[in-house]
Nanobody, 121 residues
Framework: QVQLVESGGGLVQAGGSLRLSCAASGRTFSRYAMGWFRQAPGKGREFVAGINWSGSITRYADSVKGRFTISRDNTKNTVLLQMNSLKPEDTAVYYC??????????????WGQGTQVTVSS
C-alpha cells in the first residue's frame, strides 16, 4: 500500500508556472505507475498525465501536451508535475494517483487528497 501527499498548488496568473509535487510513502514506490488527475468545479475528474514505474514512458491529455511535464525520482519517492503556460481552464483540484501494475494507465488504486490550483486571467 502507498500513501500520497500532494503539495505545490496555489494561485498563479495566466501564462505562469507551477510545480506540483507528490510524496509517496512505502518501500515499493518504484514499482508503481503514477498519475496526475484534476477536477474542476462542477466537472468530473480527468486524466492529466501518467508515468510508468521507471519513468521511461509518459502520457498526457491533449489539453496539456507541450505545457505540462510529469517526472519521477524513485530515490526520493516523489513524482512531479511541471505546469507551464497555465490557462484559466487549468483551474482545478489536482490529485496524485498510484497503481501497482507499474504501466501507464487511466485507472489507479491509490489517491492523494488533492491540491488546489487556481489560474487567474
Amino acid at each position: 500500500q502507498v500513501q500520497l501527499v500532494e503539495s505545490g498548488g496555489g494561485l498563479v496568473q495566466a501564462g505562469g508556472s507551477l510545480r506540483l509535487s507528490c510524496a509517496a510513502s512505502g518501500r515499493t514506490f518504484s514499482r508503481y505507475a503514477m498519475g496526475w488527475f484534476r477536477q474542476a468545479p462542477g466537472k468530473g475528474r480527468e486524466f492529466v498525465a501518467g508515468i510508468n514505474w521507471s519513468g521511461s514512458i509518459t502520457r498526457y491529455a491533449d489539453s496539456v501536451k507541450g505545457r505540462f511535464t510529469i517526472s519521477r525520482d524513485n530515490t526520493k519517492n516523489t513524482v512531479l508535475l511541471q505546469m507551464n503556460s497555465l490557462k484559466p481552464e487549468d483551474t482545478a483540484v489536482y490529485y496524485c494517483a498510484a497503481d501497482p501494475a507499474g504501466v501507464v494507465t487511466y485507472e489507479y488504486d491509490y489517491w492523494g487528497q488533492g491540491t488546489q490550483v487556481t489560474v487567474s486571467s
